[in-house]
């Protein structure tokens, strides 16, 4: 079992800055151990090759051949920051304060932690005792931090939360050996969360791939409830400190060094590698949240409101405290899937000028087409059963190889659960087919019903049709988003098989088809009419409650999907088998075109890899 020291930082915080809390417990480490590893950083110095057989929370599985990030240094992460001036500024200003104050640092001897100023107090090393060691060692500089860094922390109170007030992080189930909190709320709950901490203790190659599937869990979690988040700050700490930068791409790793001594007698080049650490530590989190972790600054007030400007292809956002044009207020919000990397999209239901409406934030590759864009396109070719667009643009055009946009739209109504006709939907994906987009994501929630009127969403995985771009089109939409669409197209057609919520997938898509086309996308609108008719007799849809939409592996779901459409009763095996003949009737036209030709199935052809016997016919 991997052991775990449970300590935390005692920093500064309130407006701008995090407030803290932990947990400890009393785990002993092993006395019999030769003696406690500290040399995590030698390990970390291997994670990028560790990391690629890691479980990072759901996606980072073991085996997986993922890359890292690019920031590998803390001069690195300042220049990506934007902080390289203030940076200088703060270091001119503090590196003899932290000399002084490394020079008392705690230290790590054997199975004993040496606490005080000259380290003559020693205390079996527990979990706690480390806990505490780290812990009172910051707490006891917090006065003498406020007197000599003013400008950084004016109107700011700095103190600290108890952290045996905390077993874990209110309303997340997560628990961390410490966390970083804003001061805005006194509840310490996951959505006030700023930095996750966590301690380790004799580290080693078999057990540090536990370690980063657990800090990437973490980082998913707060990803789920920030919907203002641009990274996850996570510390590892054993002796060594090391800073982990979750972005919507990969992890990134900066190794900021000791901060125990490891021996009761510090040396001079020791001193200055703690003071390096310390230095380092106190401006990243003495940042205001817009600098270090968030695109608005969060830590004075929930998010509420916000404004947003520019152009679509440089747009701004801002936190909003009074009617301002333009002014979105969050009612509420759903965060679509989210893993430890790649896509992430937030849905907030607003009050936009007087109208209930709703606002999307997203995240995503920078290859990818922007869904803002995918909406002109649409709008440009009159395509209908799509949502008027009020606003949208990119808010960070690259941020570690990934964008942040927003989309403001009209309010659709609620997804699509009891009711449906195949008709409007189709039609939609026949024109948006026709005026060069392919939608890739045809789910239950992507199709939404208002009053009688179906809309299609969730354009934020469509890509672009090349040849069916007209050239008025293309011109416009690279002008407006500054992208350019000549070269997003192969990109997207390389990046075919990756997307679609797997339930709904076609059976061509499950056999790693090498391209998709239109008819892809009517073969999900098929299983997701038949999920619907499953929902209404079923009391609600669940992908495993059916044959024909569970899924185990991509292989297996496409023979049971080929071998469940070309079933006399292929109904009973979607779980539509109770559905009125009206309604099945829907779900008979799709299936008739989609898997027939001449009176005979065509489902078992759809499994192999070339091209789609269904292409080119006008049906």
Known sequence: MTNYQHYIHSLTTDNNSPTLASTASDASVDSSSSEVQDDFESICRNAKDLLRHAQLGETLRAGSEKQWGNISSFEQLTKVLDLEVQYQKFESQTTDFFQKWAYKAPAICGTQVLTGDERNNRTKLTETTLFDAFQDYLQSIHSDIVKLLREFTEGRSLFYYDYR?????????????????????????????????????????????????????????VWKAQF???????????????????????????????????????????????ARVLQNIWFLLLQPSDKFGHIVDVSKDKVTCLSFGGTRKNATVALATS??????????????????????GYICNIK??????????????VSRIPEGAVYDVLRLNGVEGIPEIYSSGI???????????????????????????????????????????????????????????????????????????SDDVRSYINDTWGIDVNSLAPIEKENDPVTDTMCFMSIRMLAAAATRSLWDDIESLFYVVLGCLFSSYKSGFKSDGAPGFEHSSNKKSALAKAGGVGASDYA???????????????????????????????????????????DGEDR
Not at 326 to 334: E, F, L, P
Request: glycine share 6%.
């Open 323 to 344: 009617e301002m044009p333009r002014m979105v207020k969050i009612v509420d919000y759903t965060c679509q899937q989210v893993d430890v990397y790649r896509r992430v």
């Open 165 to 221: 007030e905390y077993s874990l992080i209110s309303d997340s189930g997560i628990k961390p050996s410490g966390a970083l909190f804003y001061t805005h709320t006194q509840n310490k709950t996951i959505d006030s969360v700023h930095v996750i901490l966590e301690a380790k203790v004799s580290p080693n190659a078999d057990n540090v791939n536990e370690v980063l599937g657990r800090i990437g869990e973490y980082a998913q979690t």
């Open 352 to 365: 936009f000028e007087g109208k209930k409406a709703v606002l999307k934030l997203s995240w995503t590759p």
């Open 395 to 469: 808010i960070c055009a690259d941020f570690l190889g990934n964008r942040l946009e927003y989309i403001i739209m009209e309010y659709c109504g609620d997804s699509l659960t009891t009711y449906f006709d195949g008709k409007y939907v189709s039609a939609c994906l026949v024109q948006a087919n026709f005026a060069g987009m392919l939608h890739h994501d045809i789910s239950m929630g992507s199709i939404t019903v208002r009053r009688d009127k179906v809309f299609v969403i969730d354009w934020g995985y469509a890509r672009f049709i090349d040849r069916s771009i």
């Open 572 to 614: 009973w095996v979607f779980g539509a088998e109770d559905a009125s003949e009206e309604l099945l009737g829907v779900a008979n036209k799709l299936h008739t075109i989609l898997f027939y030709r001449d009176g005979r199935c065509i489902a078992h052809n759809l499994l192999k890899k070339d091209r789609d016997l269904r």
């Open 228 to 274: 203002t988040r641009k990274f996850v700050p996570v510390l590892i700490h054993g002796r060594h400190l090391t800073l982990y930068i979750f972005s919507r791409k990969f992890p990134d790793s900066i190794i900021l060094g000791p901060v125990f001594y490891p021996s009761d007698q510090p040396d001079e080049v020791e001193a200055g590698r703690i």
